[in-house]
């Protein structure tokens, strides 16, 4: 994996949760400067049947994860994307098509919840080999009740994922 490091900042004011986080990745993916020269390099490389296919640039993403519902620290989810039994709520983000929410049951099985409710907002800039990236929501959500009340003075379990798009980073294969 690319990414080795994350900087985490947290904040509300009783109405909402905004997240800051910030780390380090070699490239902005996809980075349409580079598309003309990787296709051309894939064709050369490649039959011609499989460079359209192998060209397709895969984009940065992070998700944050969190027990879904709050559960006690006994019965916490699975780390990596929680369970069949404990799920998580996630906040997924990607340089391509910005924020959604989402649930997952395991690595392999991630969902994205209806838009209803008080969506999450995001805000993503990359600047001189960094992504910084803002995600904001209301700490007590409207509709789904599967989405996770962050409690003001509790402690809240939460994972970080990242994937660099230009290191063939996605699904599974990430940090």
Known sequence: PTVSGLWVQALHDNRELALRLSWDDPSRSPDPAWNEWQALVTSSMEPKDDAAEATGALPDAFAVQFAAPAG???????????????????????????????????????????????????????????????????????????????????????AFYAWDGSNGEAGTRGA
Do not use: C, K
């Open 72 to 158: 006690d620290a006994r019965d916490l989810p699975y780390f990596l994307m929680g369970d069949a039994r404990r799920p998580v709520y996630l906040w997924e983000w990607t340089s391509q098509a910005g924020v959604r929410e989402g649930m997952a049951r395991g690595l392999a099985n991630r969902a994205p919840l209806p838009a209803d409710g008080a969506p999450v907002q995001a805000s993503a800039q990359f600047t001189d080999g960094r992504w910084h990236l803002l995600l904001r929501r209301a700490l007590v959500p409207q509709g789904n009740a599967i989405r996770t009340t962050v409690p003001i003075g509790a402690g809240t379990p939460v």
